[in-house]
């Protein structure tokens, strides 16, 4: 039994050598292993990368294939043993996608490598802050879609209201828009909206254009002008009407104080002072020709002596430097 079981053993090696070896004594091809030169397969747009495509073993010369999806890519021949390296240029999102290789030789029909699936590490574009209308009714809830059409994902998305988070961070797993729900209550819930947009590509962070919205029934905007201009009637009324009480009714009064004039166009005294013997005269206007001015003295009687004060004659000077006589009395 442990003859038959060395026995055993010796022909399975014997065999693989077999299997290794051709007749004329050259190698078998072994599968290719298919991989990237800069050592990861996170790509940018516009950007070159190496594969490199080796077999361990097998005869050259070797031919190299590598293909995308199906589609033939490119082709090398080798003399040697050294790997076969593939330049490509990643210059739009449709270069990403599953490579593999594939060897031969004069012996051997092919053989393939496993495949590599290229990311495109693509810059975080300006998200798009956006709603289906911007005129909007008091009560309505409003609708509010961000998003940004280049980036990795997941993406996430947080909007705003002026500087205020109005949501929870939105991850989409998808190039989908998130989307958020605004009640619109006053003047004030009309705007400033912005939303952020966020990912893992060194942690880049954009943020949207501003979005306002423009209430239907009704102007937030002229309230302000409209409660102005009210201040300012307001105001100009009580100015006119102070003015009346303190400037138009007293001038009133003092020309119908003096509005009573002579013949001669001298005004008249109505009142006199009570203090006895003397009497107040008015004012006399400039006399431009040799004349006499005729003026009216009060005269009061004594209520203690029951008797007539006296009354005081005065001259008057005309304004030519002639002086005229003495006034006769005018009782």
Request: positive net charge; aromatic residues 10%.
């Amino acid at each position: 039994m442990y003859f038959l079981t060395i026995l055993l053993f010796s022909y399975f090696q014997v065999s693989q050598q077999i299997q290794n070896a051709t007749a004329d004594g050259r190698e078998i091809l072994s599968n290719p292993i298919l991989t990237p030169v800069q050592g990861t397969l996170e790509v940018m747009l516009n950007q070159n990368v190496s594969l490199s495509c080796h077999s361990d073993s097998g005869s050259p010369p070797l031919k190299y294939t590598l293909f995308k999806a199906s589609q033939k890519v490119s082709t090398l021949n080798k003399t040697d043993l050294m790997p076969a390296l593939f330049n490509l240029t990643i210059n739009s999102a449709s270069d990403v996608g599953e490579y593999k290789c594939k060897v031969e030789n004069e012996i051997h029909g092919g053989k393939y490598s496993t495949s590599l699936n290229f990311m495109l590490k693509e810059p975080l574009s300006k998200p798009v802050l956006h709603s289906p209308t911007s005129q909007v009714k008091k009560g309505q809830n409003a609708t509010l879609s961000c998003l940004s059409e280049k980036g990795n994902l997941p993406i996430t998305y947080t909007f705003f209201k002026g500087k205020q988070s109005i949501s929870r961070p939105v991850k989409m797993q998808k190039k989908e828009a998130a989307v958020t729900f605004v009640l619109i209550n006053s003047c004030s819930d009309l705007g400033t909206y912005k939303c952020r947009a966020q990912n893992n590509f060194h942690n880049t962070t954009k943020y949207s254009n501003s979005f306002n919205f423009i209430l239907a029934e009704e102007s937030c905007d002229s309230q302000p002008w409209i409660i102005f201009l009210g201040l300012i009637l307001l105001a100009f009324v009580i100015g006119f009407a102070l003015a009346i009480r303190f400037f138009i009714i007293p001038s009133c009064k003092t020309e119908k104080s003096t509005s009573a004039v002579s013949s001669t166009g001298l005004p008249l005294t109505d009142k006199v002072e009570e203090s006895e013997n003397y009497v107040t005269y008015t004012e006399i206007k400039p006399i431009q020709k040799r004349e006499c001015a005729v003026f009216s003295v009060s005269r009061r009687e004594d209520e203690k002596e029951k008797r007539e004060s006296p009354t005081i004659y005065s001259q008057v000077v005309v304004r030519d430097g002639i002086q005229a006589g003495p006034l006769h009395s005018l009782e």
